[in-house]
């Protein structure tokens, strides 16, 4: 059954329907989202309130504790000065026992937070009242006279409106005041101030101190110090509600803990607070930096996958901070939950919506696309014989496909002008299609044909499938071996190499390529008119040549230029003067050394430099050629080396020992007829072993 294909067309446009109507399909799948993104909106903005629900329980816990910290302060202060100005006053004499003792004990009973009242004379001698806990207190002295050594401790118990002596014992000590940091600064001070206190009379006690001199008439009589030990900040810490699992930490400038929440902390029990938390707060310090010890900062931070709230507040006291730390899922926790419920309910309705629209999306305009994507491909790949017209039911993904394939067929007529890989190999590397380039180390041939020009003058326009045959073996010898073939300049081509994607190898590349060409034009038995064999010429050199976009704005080549290619050029030439077909530089030769056989021919100076350099054979690869070959080219070598020498008869020597050893080789006999010429007419002391060409 015949099928009209423009029928089908028009029945295909009739079925064809706006993109824009596919797409209003998605949006309807789409508002089925919109409760999804209620749910979001609704989750911001209960997150916002349980953070700030979570910032006003932190003011509170602020706030308080600052009012603590500033309380303990003023009690300390207020002390010592209530106690310093019994002594200026005359009222007390610091060595009335009876009422200093009085004095010392009534300021503890009466201010809850302080846990020592010391003094320290300048002999050395020092006396202290303590709390024990809530409900014992002690005095204690330590004489340099009176029992020295020893440390006289009376113990009271408290009771109901006052106090009762328990017992009096000694026990040994070695705590001396003045070795003391705050006794010995606050002798020679002249007004109180803050110290940290780490030694008592009883042992180790992380404690503050406010102590300075009390003089009476002007005579330093010693220093009084009021001491808070860090346990009643532990302990008024463990009153305060920080949530259900958070904490609260007070720290020093340096991250050093002072106090965590424990309820028995006291003079007698060591804080012991959870310090589980207390990572987190040091890590807020140090994020925080100098702007966290100066004012209120708060953060987001993380631990093992769990999130945390964290605030720091300067407190009245100098260098510290208070850190609250409250687990994020603390205030969130019942708001996940709820969302949790939410979201499975419209996961399903979703998912549901999601499968009928994804099927509808797919048939219509992914899979389209895709097909239509596939063809753009083939046209990156200037692959554009396998490009494809793809008919669709949306008339812009026709006219798409339609475009593309017009497109590919335009640029079809082109690809023969242009080297397809090249082009690719420079849009991989995002060069501009602009003047410009850069000077590197490459590898270039030339390659031509001995005699075109009588050839193609005897053959006419029947030259031309000798000519693409042989272009298409030297273009194919050149691309199996990562060449980027230059040009086509009549016979001749141009070729290079490590370029424009790198080759630390080109030398090498360079001369397999000529070598194959040699090969692939014997194999292939290409003859002229005349049923000879075709005969190419290859001249190669490597060097430091710029490579790059050169021309102007209008029309660019992507090609190199510089001495080095100017010699690979005359190399070419000079193989019709040795008759060789493969001639290569010194640099060429000496990348490639030990991989492949050559012969030096020469020294020369082509057309327009009057430099001269070593010229060598390519004879062909290492291991290919039997240990036979070898011999001729040695004896070829010392042929060169007596010529260079001036020992003319020996070189003719040596040269007709390879004729002898090879047979018909034009350089040889080349050198062994210049030889002869040197032996009949000595060269005069100016004369160089150089051979100048004059033709290019």
Same mark, same amino acid.
């Given at each position: 059954? /015949?099928?009209?294909?423009?029928?089908?067309?028009?029945?295909?446009?009739?079925?064809?329907?706006?993109?824009?109507?596919? @797409?209003?399909?998605?949006?309807?799948?789409?508002?089925?989202?919109?409760?999804?993104?209620?749910?979001?909106?609704?989750?911001?903005?209960?997150?916002?309130?349980?953070?700030?629900?979570?910032?006003?329980?932190?003011?509170?816990?602020?706030?308080?504790?600052?009012?603590?910290?500033?309380?303990?302060?003023?009690?300390?202060?207020?002390?010592?000065?209530?106690?310093?100005?019994?002594?200026?006053?005359?009222?007390?004499?610091?060595?009335?026992?009876?009422?200093?003792?009085?004095?010392?004990?009534?300021?503890?009973? $009466?201010?809850?937070?302080?846990?020592?009242?010391?003094?320290?004379?300048?002999?050395?001698?020092?006396?202290?009242?303590?709390?024990?806990?809530?409900?014992?207190?002690?005095?204690?002295? #330590?004489?340099?006279?009176?029992?020295?050594?020893?440390?006289?401790?009376?113990?009271?118990?408290?009771?109901?409106?006052?106090?009762?002596?328990?017992?009096?014992? *000694?026990?040994?000590?070695?705590?001396?005041?003045?070795?003391?940091?705050?006794?010995?600064?606050?002798?020679?001070?002249?007004?109180?101030?803050? *110290?940290?206190?780490?030694?008592?009379?009883?042992?180790?006690?992380?404690?503050?101190? =406010?102590?300075?001199?009390?003089?009476?008439?002007?005579?330093?009589?010693?220093?009084?110090?009021?001491?808070?030990?860090?346990?009643?900040?532990?302990?008024?810490?463990?009153?305060?509600?920080?949530?259900?699992?958070?904490?609260?930490?007070?720290?020093?400038?340096?991250?050093?803990?002072?106090?965590?929440?424990?309820?028995?902390?006291?003079?007698?029990?060591?804080?012991?607070?959870?310090?589980?938390?207390?990572?987190?707060?040091?890590?807020?310090?140090?994020?925080?930096?100098?702007?966290?010890?100066?004012?209120?900062? &708060? $953060?987001?931070?993380?631990?093992?996958?769990?999130?945390?709230?964290?605030?720091?507040?300067?407190?009245?006291?100098?260098?510290?901070?208070?850190?609250?730390?409250?687990?994020?899922?603390?205030?969130?926790?019942?708001?996940?939950?709820?969302?949790?419920?939410?979201?499975?309910?419209?996961?399903?309705?979703? @998912?549901?919506?999601?499968?009928?629209?994804?099927?509808?999306? &797919?048939?219509?305009?992914?899979?389209?696309?895709?097909? @239509?994507?596939?063809?753009?491909?083939?046209?990156?790949? =200037?692959?554009?014989?396998?490009?494809?017209?793809?008919?669709?039911?949306?008339?812009?993904?026709? $006219?798409?496909?339609?475009?593309?394939?017009?497109?590919?067929?335009?640029?079809?007529? *082109?690809?023969?002008?242009?080297?397809?890989?090249?082009?690719?190999?420079?849009?991989?590397?995002?060069?501009?299609?602009?003047?410009?380039? $850069?000077?590197?180390?490459?590898?270039?041939?030339?390659?031509?044909?001995?005699?075109?020009?009588?050839?193609?003058?005897r053959l006419g326009d029947r030259v031309v499938p000798l000519l693409s045959r042989y272009l298409d073996l030297a273009s194919e010898a050149v691309v199996a071996n990562g060449g980027t073939i230059d040009k086509f300049i009549g016979d001749a081509v141009m070729a290079f190499w490590g370029a424009p994607q790198p080759q630390a190898?080109?030398?090498?590349?360079?001369? &397999?390529?000529?070598?194959?060409?040699?090969?692939? #034009?014997?194999?292939?038995?290409?003859?002229?008119?005349?049923?000879?064999?075709?005969?190419?010429?290859?001249?190669?050199?490597?060097?430091?040549?710029?490579?790059? /976009?050169?021309?102007?704005?209008?029309?660019?080549?992507?090609?190199? #230029?510089?001495?080095? @290619? /100017?010699?690979?050029?005359?190399?070419?030439?000079?193989?019709?003067?040795?008759?060789?077909?493969?001639?290569?530089?010194?640099?060429?030769?000496?990348?490639?050394?030990?991989?492949?056989?050559?012969?030096?021919?020469?020294?020369?100076a082509v057309y327009g430099r009057e430099e001269g350099f070593a010229v060598y054979e390519l004879v062909g690869l290492l291991g290919e050629d039997g240990g036979e070959t070898l011999d001729w080219i040695v004896r070829y070598g010392q042929g060169l080396a007596n010529y260079r020498a001036r020992r003319f008869a020996a070189a003719?020597?040596?040269?007709?020992?390879?004729?002898?050893?090879?047979?018909?080789?034009?350089?040889?006999?080349?050198?062994?007829?210049?030889?002869?010429?040197?032996?009949?007419?000595?060269?005069?002391?100016?004369?160089?072993?150089?051979?100048?060409?004059?033709?290019?």
């Amino acid at each position: 059954m /015949n099928v009209d294909p423009g029928r089908q067309l028009r029945a295909i446009a009739r079925l064809t329907v706006s993109i824009r109507l596919a @797409v209003s399909a998605l949006v309807l799948t789409a508002i089925l989202l919109t409760a999804a993104l209620s749910s979001l909106l609704w989750w911001r903005t209960a997150e916002a309130a349980s953070r700030q629900l979570a910032s006003t329980i932190n003011e509170q816990i602020v706030a308080a504790v600052r009012k603590e910290v500033a309380a303990i302060v003023d009690e300390a202060r207020a002390a010592h000065t209530a106690i310093r100005t019994l002594f200026l006053q005359n009222v007390l004499d610091t060595r009335e026992a009876d009422k200093r003792e009085f004095v010392f004990l009534s300021q503890l009973q $009466s201010q809850a937070t302080i846990s020592w009242v010391a003094f320290g004379w300048p002999d050395g001698s020092f006396f202290a009242a303590h709390k024990l806990g809530d409900r014992r207190l002690e005095m204690m002295e #330590i004489s340099l006279t009176d029992h020295a050594g020893e440390r006289r401790i009376d113990e009271y118990e408290v009771v109901p409106g006052d106090i009762e002596f328990a017992n009096r014992r *000694f026990e040994p000590t070695d705590f001396r005041v003045a070795d003391r940091a705050w006794f010995k600064t606050g002798l020679a001070a002249g007004e109180p101030e803050w *110290f940290k206190v780490i030694d008592h009379p009883t042992g180790e006690r992380p404690s503050i101190a =406010f102590a300075g001199p009390i003089d009476v008439y002007q005579e330093r009589q010693g220093v009084l110090a009021i001491v808070i030990e860090y346990t009643r900040l532990a302990r008024f810490l463990s009153q305060l509600e920080v949530g259900r699992t958070g904490t609260a930490f007070i720290i020093d400038g340096s991250g050093e803990l002072v106090a965590a929440p424990d309820r028995e902390a006291d003079e007698l029990h060591v804080a012991k607070g959870d310090t589980t938390l207390l990572p987190l707060a040091r890590m807020a310090l140090v994020k925080a930096g100098e702007d966290g010890r100066k004012e209120a900062w &708060r $953060s987001r931070l993380t631990s093992a996958g769990a999130a945390y709230e964290v605030a720091l507040t300067p407190l009245p006291f100098p260098g510290w901070s208070l850190a609250t730390v409250i687990p994020e899922a603390e205030f969130l926790g019942p708001v996940e939950t709820t969302l949790h419920r939410l979201l499975l309910g419209l996961a399903i309705g979703v @998912v549901l919506a999601a499968l009928a629209s994804a099927a509808l999306a &797919r048939s219509i305009i992914a899979a389209p696309l895709s097909r @239509v994507v596939g063809e753009l491909r083939h046209v990156e790949a =200037f692959a554009l014989e396998q490009v494809r017209r793809h008919p669709s039911r949306l008339k812009e993904i026709a $006219s798409l496909s339609g475009a593309i394939a017009e497109m590919a067929a335009g640029l079809s007529a *082109f690809r023969k002008f242009i080297p397809a890989d090249l082009v690719r190999s420079l849009l991989q590397q995002g060069v501009e299609a602009k003047p410009g380039g $850069s000077i590197q180390e490459l590898s270039v041939m030339f390659v031509d044909i001995a005699g075109f020009t009588g050839l193609s003058e005897r053959l006419g326009d029947r030259v031309v499938p000798l000519l693409s045959r042989y272009l298409d073996l030297a273009s194919e010898a050149v691309v199996a071996n990562g060449g980027t073939i230059d040009k086509f300049i009549g016979d001749a081509v141009m070729a290079f190499w490590g370029a424009p994607q790198p080759q630390a190898d080109h030398a090498l590349r360079c001369r &397999r390529a000529a070598l194959g060409c040699r090969s692939a #034009i014997a194999a292939w038995g290409l003859a002229d008119d005349l049923g000879q064999p075709l005969q190419i010429r290859i001249g190669i050199n490597s060097g430091r040549m710029l490579v790059g /976009n050169i021309g102007s704005e209008l029309r660019l080549n992507y090609t190199v #230029i510089g001495d080095a @290619v /100017n010699v690979a050029s005359r190399l070419e030439g000079a193989n019709k003067s040795y008759g060789t077909q493969i001639l290569i530089g010194e640099a060429t030769e000496r990348l490639a050394r030990g991989a492949i056989i050559t012969r030096e021919i020469d020294s020369i100076a082509v057309y327009g430099r009057e430099e001269g350099f070593a010229v060598y054979e390519l004879v062909g690869l290492l291991g290919e050629d039997g240990g036979e070959t070898l011999d001729w080219i040695v004896r070829y070598g010392q042929g060169l080396a007596n010529y260079r020498a001036r020992r003319f008869a020996a070189a003719v020597a040596d040269f007709e020992a390879v004729l002898n050893m090879r047979g018909p080789d034009r350089p040889a006999e080349l050198m062994r007829d210049r030889c002869r010429q040197l032996v009949e007419s000595a060269p005069d002391v100016a004369w160089r072993p150089v051979a100048a060409l004059t033709t290019k």
